[in-house]
């Protein structure tokens, strides 16, 4: 893992088992560290009443990164020194800390459990020997502290209870000078002294003491008296607590005043603090250092679901606390998170994903697949993710071209499968564009289902065969050159040779292009066809794009009018064919053909597509006119791809549900 690493992932599919691993070595608590019957995985396959025996065990890998970049060693190495293994020549030094535990059947209901710890002093990846295995003492374990904030938690308890703790704990490590010791103690007591010398306090300090009597005459205890935040100095240090102030009510506010999202956002800036303590305590000599305190080679941040209970505009500032501890301190974060404004605050390197393998009911986890950082499109597929993250959390993703396909297509799955696309669990992201191929990759790697909605753009440059064959090369390299399973109309697999003539055909050549578009539509790689989704939903809907042109807006033609009139009346001439001629150039680009594959209705369209997808612009228009077309409209009169698109769909999500 890195420095700061988000787990995603469903529900239930091990997020939480991961970090209570971690917690079995490393936690502080002993009831953390505790291993219970539950904590054995049981396969699918196994009837949990036939079996006797069960065994478990939980490795944490660390790497002595700074031997490899040549810095200062830490304090990791001294203390860890006899646990290091190298692999090799030139490898880092990893410490291999390994729990292992067995279940056995007894007499015990619960049955009977052994658990030890050890360092593996050999590489991964061979069997280990017994002479590996050196037993982990916990004064040592105990240089790697975790922090675990679980995800249901009771901010008014439990953070409160960890920040005094932690309080506590820096506080009595304090170097404390014999003098100031006693003036603490003696100003306490004179604080007591006062307190009981009032009369109310006095006469109620002595009723207590002498009801106390009348039950219990034990010589250690026999004085009951009343004191103000203890006697002594060490009780002192346990009651110190963090105030605030100014406040509405001109009085201090402490931790308990707050609301649920303060109380967290204190204890996370409590651990940062402390942790730069920490850390200056291991620049600072021996000698010179102000507090006894033997800080941690490692401090393990554990977080789950930081968002709860805080408001999602403080979400990035929570994030950057937390990447300033990784930079600033000797401290791993881990958080686990189902909000995409996290998700999206984390640079994609950082993401680990979690999924059930249902076949065996456990857990694999997976870091995203990226192109190389030295790739062009690295940025773009990095930042396509932190603005689109809820694709990584979609049970079904579709990739559309643009703006158009992020607008349209929620509207059809919705009136065509019945259901919104959040219930279905479905997000359709603008991603499918020329680096559509890492994005196929990503989904196939993390077992997202998906479906591809791309433009042909027939006659375009670059598009109509270009698109076809870009598609079938880029499948056919994601399936591990599986070429032979694209079949050409006679029946005789698709060579190279092949598929690098079909990217030379001319622009004007539709010979068999239905064909393949086709064949793509059964690897979920549908086309709008013949321009794009703007164009269809034009074609679909004429009547209903067209009325949304309030007043003199709209088309016209120079000494003619209107061009819904023209065409109202059935009027043309050459200055309205021209017109068209035109606009057929502007939509198909300079470089594109002449529109000579496309039908008469298609052409004298593109005047439309002129005025409303590129003068006007792509989302209002569609807004608008999908504003005033029903559902049943809608789907009465659906393009035949969206249709086997959303039927597509239909599919998809109820075998995932199956699956689930």
């Known amino acids: 893992m890195d420095e700061l690493t988000l787990l995603i992932g469903d529900n239930s599919t091990g997020k939480t088992a991961a970090l209570a691993a971690l917690a079995k070595i490393f936690s502080p608590n002993q009831r953390e560290r505790l291993i219970t019957r539950d904590d054995f995985h049981i396969d699918r396959s196994q009837n949990p009443e036939q079996i006797d025996e069960l065994e478990l065990s939980i490795e944490a890998v660390f790497l002595a990164t700074e031997v490899r970049d040549g810095d200062e060693p830490k304090d990791a190495i001294p203390v860890f020194f006899e646990g290091f293994t190298i692999a090799g020549e030139g490898d880092i030094p990893k410490l291999r800390v390994r729990l292992e535990a067995s279940w056995k059947r007894s007499t015990n209901p619960e049955g009977s459990i052994e658990s030890n710890i050890y360092f593996i002093t050999q590489p991964e990846g061979l069997d280990i020997s017994e002479g590996s ?13 975790m922090l675990y904030v679980p995800a249901m ?18 506080l009595s490590t304090v170097k404390w000078s014999e003098d100031g010791m006693d003036k603490i103690a003696g100003k306490i007591e004179e604080l007591n002294e006062a307190f009981i010398s009032e009369d109310g306090v006095g006469s109620l300090g002595t009723s207590i003491g002498d009801s106390w009597k009348t039950y219990d005459n034990d010589p250690r205890y026999k004085d009951a008296r009343l004191s103000l935040n203890g006697n002594n100095f060490e009780t002192a240090l ?30 996370f800036s409590l651990v940062g603090s402390l942790l730069e303590i920490e850390e200056e305590i291991r620049k600072t000599e021996q000698d010179d250092r102000n507090f006894t305190l033997e800080p941690p080679v490692l401090t393990i941040l554990a ?20 990447e300033k501890m990784t930079t600033a301190t000797s401290c791993q974060v881990i958080i686990t998170s189902h909000s995409p404004s996290i998700v999206s605050r984390i640079s994609p390197e950082h993401i680990r994903y979690f999924r059930i393998d249902p076949t065996h009911l456990s857990t694999v986890c997976a870091q995203l697949t990226l192109p190389e950082k030295k790739d062009e499109s690295y940025k773009y597929v990095r930042n396509s993710l932190q603005a689109y993250p809820e694709l990584l ?22 009136a065509l499968c019945g259901e919104k696309i959040d219930a279905l669990g479905i997000s359709v992201v603008p991603l499918g564009g020329r680096h559509v191929k890492y994005f196929w990759k990503l989904l196939s790697d993390l077992d997202i289902p998906y479906v591809t ?6 006659e375009r440059f670059g598009g109509g065969w270009g698109r076809i064959a870009y598609a079938i090369e880029q499948k056919v390299i994601l399936d591990d050159d599986k070429l032979c399973e694209f079949l050409d109309p006679r029946g005789d697999a698709l060579t190279k040779d092949g598929l690098d003539a079909m990217k030379g055909r001319e622009l004007s050549d539709t010979t068999d292009m239905e064909y393949w578009i086709d064949q793509l ?28 042109v309030e007043g003199e807006d709209g088309p016209r033609v120079s000494g003619m009018g209107k061009i819904v009139d023209i065409e109202s009346h059935g009027l043309e001439n050459q200055d309205y064919r021209e017109r068209v001629k035109k606009n057929v150039r502007d939509v198909l680009h300079s470089d594109g053909g002449n529109g000579s594959t496309y039908t008469a209705n298609e052409r004298c369209l593109m005047v439309w597509y002129k005025y409303f997808f590129i003068d006007v612009g792509k989302p209002s228009t569609h807004i608008l006119a999908l504003s005033n ?32």
Request: proline share 4%.
């Open 303 to 322: 977080v789950e679901e930081p968002e709860n209970n805080i408001a999602p505009h403080l979400l990035g500032q929570l994030v950057s606390h937390f």
């Open 133 to 145: 295995r050196l037993r982990a003492r916990r004064e040592k374990l105990d240089a790697i502290q």
């Open 393 to 414: 959390f979609a049970k079904l993703v579709v990739l559309g071209e643009g703006e158009s396909e992020e607008i349209v297509l929620p509207r059809y799955i919705g």
């Open 153 to 170: 938690r009771d901010p008014s308890k439990e953070l409160r209870n960890a920040s005094g703790g932690m309080l506590h704990d820096i």
């Open 238 to 267: 346990k009651n110190v607590q963090v105030s605030f102030r100014p406040t509405v009510s001109e009085r201090e506010y402490a931790v308990d005043d707050f609301g649920d999202g303060l109380r967290s956002l204190f204890y």
């Open 453 to 458: 909605l791309l433009d042909l753009d027939r």
């Open 521 to 548: 539509k059964k690897h979920n790689i549908f086309f709008s066809a013949p321009l794009d989704i703007d164009l269809l939903m034009l074609e679909a809907y004429s009547s209903t794009y067209k009325s949304i």
């Open 629 to 660: 077309i029903g559902d049943d409209a809608l789907t009465s009169s659906s393009p035949a791809v969206l249709s086997s698109l959303c039927e597509q769909i239909k599919v998809l999500v109820s075998t995932s549900e199956h699956e689930a």
